[in-house]
Each structure stands twice: as C-alpha cells, then as structure tokens.
C-alpha cells in the first residue's frame, strides 16, 4: 500500500489544478484494501475514491484520503467459439485495455477508443461515445462494500446502466462500494457499431476492422478535444439534454435547424423523449471562447470547459453557472454538470 501525505494531486485531476489532499492512499491488492477498510484512522477522516481524475473537479484541498485503486492485470476466465469473458483489474488503463482487445481481435469497445478513464471508472461512470456504452460488455463489477468490507459481486443487471449513470453513481450509493475487477465479455465475431455522426463516413474505402475502428474514433476524438496534458480540462462538461416531446416541439418551432435525436428506448414514463445536443444550446448561446478568470469554453467544442490560464475552481464553476443560467433562460433546459464536483 503507497500512502503519502500532504500530496498533491496535479497529476490527479485532469482539469490540472494544483490542489492537495491530506492524504493520497493507492491500494495494490484486495488484501491492502481489505487492510484499510478495517482501519479505524481511515473512517475517522473524510474520504473519497478517484480513478484517474478525469471526470472530476476538485473544489479546494481535500482534509482527508483520497484512495487510488492499483489493482492491475487482465486475466481470461472463459471462452467459447463467440465470446471471451476477461476479468480486469480497476487501475487498468482503459484505452490500453481496449488497444489489448484490439489486438486479439475482440470487439465491442472499440468505439470507446481513447476515452481517459481507469477500468473501475468505466463501470461506474458507464463511459460512452460513438453509441457504445462501456456497460453494454461488462458482465460483472466485483466490489467491497466500504462500511462492512464485505465482497461483492454485481451482476449486468444490478449495476443499472442507463445514460452515464449506474447504481454506484445513485445519490443514496455513491461512494459506498469500492471497484477491484471488472468482468467485460467481448465478441470474436465483432459486430460494429458505426452509426453514430460521421464514423461510419470516416471509414469509408477501408477495410471494416477493429483497427480501423479504433483509428477512426481516435482520430474524430482527437479534432474535437483538447489533450488535458496540453490543455486542462474533463471531456463534457455538461450531459446532453434530454426533454419531453411537448417541450422539443415547442423549440423545434422556433429552432426548426436545432439538432435533435428521438430515443424511444430511454422512454420511462410512456412518454416520449427527446434528446438535444448540450452543445448546441451553449453554442446558440455564443459562449464558444469565453473566458472567466483562468477558465475558457473550448473554441472547438463548446460542451468542454478548459483550463486555460491557471484557472481556479471558482472560475470554472461561475463559468459553468453562468452556462447554465443562460441555456435555462434562452431553452428553458436545466443542464446538469456530467463532471463530479469533489
Ligand atoms: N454541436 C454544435 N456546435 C459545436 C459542436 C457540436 O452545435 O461546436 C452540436 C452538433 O449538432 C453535433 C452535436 O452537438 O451534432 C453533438 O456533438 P457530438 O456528436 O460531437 O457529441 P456530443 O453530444 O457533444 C457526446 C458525449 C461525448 C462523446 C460523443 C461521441 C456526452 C455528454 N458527451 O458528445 O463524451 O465522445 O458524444 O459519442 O454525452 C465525455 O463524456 O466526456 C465525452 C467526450
């Protein structure tokens, strides 16, 4: 177990605020986990559990322990002529673990290619882009339930995965289960999933591949976000919208160009919804390139919040309520924050 004191955690959080925690502890294996969960010094603090920060922002120091997972590894548990069930440790690096599959030619993540997250994160997060979600492959999340130390195994169906959102991310869960292994099933038969904007046109003339994929997602990725280790910053800052179909048409009338997708798979209440692109509505609201204090809109996407010029916390949260503000008064459209305010 690393345990370190008065640390800094720059190289923590992407958005690259050089905040401190009281303590920084990275477990190495289930035993140190074990170990600190039934330490009373522990329980005595605050304390929070990160991945690699990059979908986070911490609002000042933090007075307690920040916990890291070192779990590492892949490791096969079963295969058949269709599937492999891969177990994998929650510190992996995501993008490596999906260059990994793509390597043995599995499919079914390759369209979260480059996406910055730890594997422990994809499971709570439910990372997505390209109209995949991690949650589509992944079949178990094992975990230690923090107050009792206890095992547990989640199966597909009580991780709850909808929209990057999952059961550990419930305000009444969050924070009460600590991710060692997650169990992903890939497909040696990939079936691609290429519809989702211009990717399927980004590969136009190659050979359909899981190389080729990953390359093409890359590349999109790559002319629409800014690298935090050039520029800080946490991918979108906002979730999209989604709203009722009486509210859409409503705006529809008035912004007969706006984007909009029907998704009659996420209808809950029988009613149907309507999601909006946050992007869209911050950028009708000009906000692309606004600066407030040290924090900036990404001039080439507005749903990315940067760190452009030694920006404070504050800066980035006043820049954000005041997109929120201006998204609410022009749409009538409350956007929620997809980053976790620490
Ligand atoms: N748009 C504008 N102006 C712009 C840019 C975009 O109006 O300057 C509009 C366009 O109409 C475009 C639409 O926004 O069609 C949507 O843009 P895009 O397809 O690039 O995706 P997104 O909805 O902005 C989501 C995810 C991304 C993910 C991409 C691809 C969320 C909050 N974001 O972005 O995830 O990579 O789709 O699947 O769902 C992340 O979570 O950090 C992230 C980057």
Known sequence: MKIFENYSLL???????????RWFVEYESEDDLHKLLSDEYFFSQAFWHIGNGCNLLFLSDFNGVIVHSGIKGIEKISEDAE???????????????????????????ENLSLIPSEVGASAIQNIGAYGVEAGDCIREVHAYE??????????????????????????????????????????????????????RKSLEGQELNLKHVREAVI????SKLPDPNVLGNAGSFFLNAYVCKAHFEALHQQYPGMPHFFEPEKTGDGKEIVKIPAAWLIDQCGFKGKTLGGAAVYDKNPLVLVNKNNATADDIVSLAKEIQATVNAKFGIELSPEVNYI
């Open 11 to 21: 190289e923590h959080n992407s958005f690259r605020l050089n905040v401190k925690t």
């Open 219 to 222: 590349a999109i990725r790559e």
């Open 146 to 199: 923090v107050k009792t130390g206890e095992k547990r195994i989640f199966s597909r169906a009580e991780c709850e995965f909808s929209y990057r959102h999952t059961f550990f991310k419930k305000p009444e869960e969050r924070g009460l289960y600590y991710i060692t292994h997650v169990v992903y099933e890939l497909s040696k038969q990939p079936l691609f999933k290429l519809d989702y904007g211009n990717l």
């Open 83 to 109: 599937h492999v069930l891969l177990k994998v440790g929650a510190a992996e690096i995501m993008d490596d673990f999906i260059q990994y599959c793509v390597d043995k030619g599995w499919g079914g993540i």
